[in-house]
């Protein structure tokens, strides 16, 4: 199995967004049996909870499941475990340093996927309200993602 993780803050917006996105496109390739995805926040404030309303709605807008996802926070454990760790910004990379285990960890920055776009963060949409700029972010990332993880893994 190859293991991706996606981190952003709260684990409500981005983060659950990219999992749900480049999981679906795993499954429309036949491939859940070899990439496992999860996601994950570093502050602690919504755990537990579904994706945010404007992630829900761009999800269901784009036929794409996000069923029994809960925020949770990045521990140790995920260091072991995942091959890919994706931060959705640079705090948060900076947070994932901070966790016991995370300063050795291998991150990767998700806009660095798409070198050609002006923007080198994904803007936090629980700030800007504009999801459907992240969502197009995050399905081209996906791709490029999905691409690199088929080539170095499988
Ligand atoms: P996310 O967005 O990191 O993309 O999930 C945020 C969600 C919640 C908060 C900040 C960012 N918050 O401060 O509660």
């Known amino acids: ?16 967004m990219a999992e749900a996105v480049l999981r679906h496109k795993i499954d429309e390739r036949e491939l859940s049996h070899k990439i496992l995805v999860d996601s994950a926040g570093t502050g602690d404030w919504h755990i537990g909870k579904e994706p945010h309303e404007g992630t829900r709605r761009i999800l269901d807008q784009n036929k794409i499941s996000y069923a029994n996802m809960a925020a949770r926070l990045v521990s140790s454990e995920d260091f072991q475990k995942f091959d890919y760790i994706v931060c959705m910004d640079k705090s948060n990379g900076e947070n994932v340093r901070k966790v016991p285990g995370g300063e050795e960890a291998k991150l990767l920055f998700f806009m660095d996927l798409l070198p050609e ?36 893994k499988l």
Do not use: K
């Open 1 to 16: 199995m190859v293991n991706v993780l996606f981190v952003c803050l709260g684990n409500i917006c981005r983060s659950p």
């Open 117 to 152: 776009e002006e923007l080198r963060e994904v803007p936090d949409p629980y700030f800007t309200g504009n999801f459907e700029q992240v969502y197009d972010l995050i399905n081209a990332g996906c791709d490029v993602l999905l691409e690199m993880v088929i080539r170095e």
